[in-house]
């Protein structure tokens, strides 16, 4: 039988707390999302997730960044262009987060969850 103590019911695994706190965020997961089909500029990332707003875009891929999920690179223009693409450790993601979107399908009704 489970244990059911102070002890047990404080221990929470350290690696999914990571993720979440910045999965867990809204806009992350769709801004991987469209990440994961190909490198993307700043303004065809912001027309590809509705919704988001600019700055909150900026601030979530400056997350992703400092995360060492993605890589900004600056196009030589003119017209001067701003692209970002998953690094290694971001394209990583793609086999758990196609499982959650799986998931999603099967159990997440459009009436609520489960």
């Known amino acids: 039988m489970a244990e ?12 999914i707390t990571r993720v979440f ?7 992350t997961g769709p801004i991987v999302s469209v990440l994961m089909q190909q ?3 700043f303004a065809d990332l912001r027309r590809a997730i509705p919704g988001i ?9 400056s997350e992703l960044g ?10 030589e223009g003119p017209p001067l262009r701003v692209s970002y ?19 999603s399908k099967t159990y997440l009704t459009s009436d609520g969850p489960c």
Do not use: I, Y
Not at 53 to 61: F, I, V, Y
């Open 21 to 27: 706190e910045l999965f867990g965020k809204r806009w």
């Open 85 to 103: 693409r998953l690094t290694r450790a971001g394209a990583a993601m793609e086999p758990a987060l196609k499982e959650l979107a799986h998931w």
């Open 4 to 15: 059911h103590n102070e002890q047990a019911c404080q221990r929470v695994d350290v690696g």
């Open 66 to 75: 400092a995360a060492g999920l993605v890589v900004r690179e600056v196009d």
């Open 53 to 61: 707003s600019e700055r909150m875009l900026s601030d979530r891929l």
């Open 39 to 41: 490198p993307v500029h």
